[in-house]
């Protein structure tokens, strides 16, 4: 395959940045994307120039890693895909493919596709967490917990703090990855005792760190390679909500 790259390149966060044209020539349709960038690359640095920066780790779908805009869409077209996970044999021959970073302002970019994510951090670092008393570990069984609620738990759980949800979002909101880390522990038995506290200081940071509000648009959830239900939103303002009341 031969490609047309169109790509965002941005020396730091000072840099007015611009795209930048390349030509890509004899890529594998069973290339991954991350793959046909390291050939791009590779040869960029034989040439003297500076490589396209960009977030990997495990390249397996799972880290959260990875992450840019292809083609006007976070994480490429592919549903249900991270763009570590997206394959070429997606595109055609000869096609023209726009890649660009995260765009929100709580995400500075640090360079080229690179941006700043640590306000996901700061947000968990606000309650998503569970309170765990010293002592020996409890019976596996000690504590049962009915099948719906795991189910959902464990759905919500599958958020990889990409940030795909926020780039897609128009209002650049985190309500998606928040109300994940909410509901994953506000369901559980173990997470009730932070409950209240837990929705009402994330809520609060997240607001804090400069995202926008959800409008429930649903771009969020079209985009999450994990499938997040947008259920989990309607969780998140009702704890919320409880515990302003209270």
Same mark, same amino acid.
């Given at each position: ?10 020396? #730091?966060?000072?840099?007015? /940045? ?9 890529? %594998? ?18 040439? #003297?120039? !500076? ?24 994480? /490429? ?23 660009? $970073?995260?765009? @929100? ?6 360079? !080229?596709?690179?941006?700043?994510? %640590? ?24 504590? $049962?917990?009915?099948?719906?609620? @795991? ?22 909101? =985190? ?23 837990? =929705?009402? =200081? ?5 607001? =804090? ?38």
């Amino acid at each position: 395959m031969n490609l047309t790259l169109k790509i965002w390149r941005q020396s #730091g966060s000072s840099d007015k /940045g611009r795209m930048v044209t390349y030509r890509v020539e004899d890529v %594998s349709p069973d290339m991954s994307f991350l793959e046909m960038l390291d050939v791009l690359n590779e040869r960029l640095i034989l040439e #003297g120039d !500076d490589p396209v920066a960009f977030d990997h780790d495990c390249r397996e779908g799972i880290c959260g890693m990875c992450g840019m805009v292809i083609n006007g869409v976070a994480h /490429g077209e592919q549903r249900a895909t991270t763009t570590c996970q997206l394959h070429m044999r997606h595109f055609e021959d000869g096609a023209v493919i726009t890649i660009e $970073p995260w765009r @929100a302002a709580p995400f500075p970019v640090i360079k !080229d596709l690179v941006v700043d994510r %640590s306000s996901f951090d700061r947000i968990i670092q606000a309650g998503g967490f569970v309170s765990v008393p010293a002592g020996s570990a409890p019976d596996a069984h000690a504590v $049962p917990v009915p099948k719906e609620d @795991a189910d959902a738990a464990f759905d919500a759980a599958t958020c990889i703090g990409c940030g795909a949800c926020v780039a897609a979002c128009p209002n650049g909101s =985190a309500s998606l990855f928040t109300a994940a880390k909410i509901t994953h522990l506000g369901l559980l038995p173990q997470g009730q005792p932070e409950r209240d506290s837990r =929705a009402r =200081a994330m809520v609060e940071q997240m607001d =804090a760190e400069g995202f926008g509000g959800c409008t429930n648009t649903g771009e969020c959830t079209a985009v999450c390679p994990k499938g997040i239900p947008f259920d989990t939103i309607a969780r998140m303002n009702a704890d919320y909500l409880r515990s302003a009341s209270k």
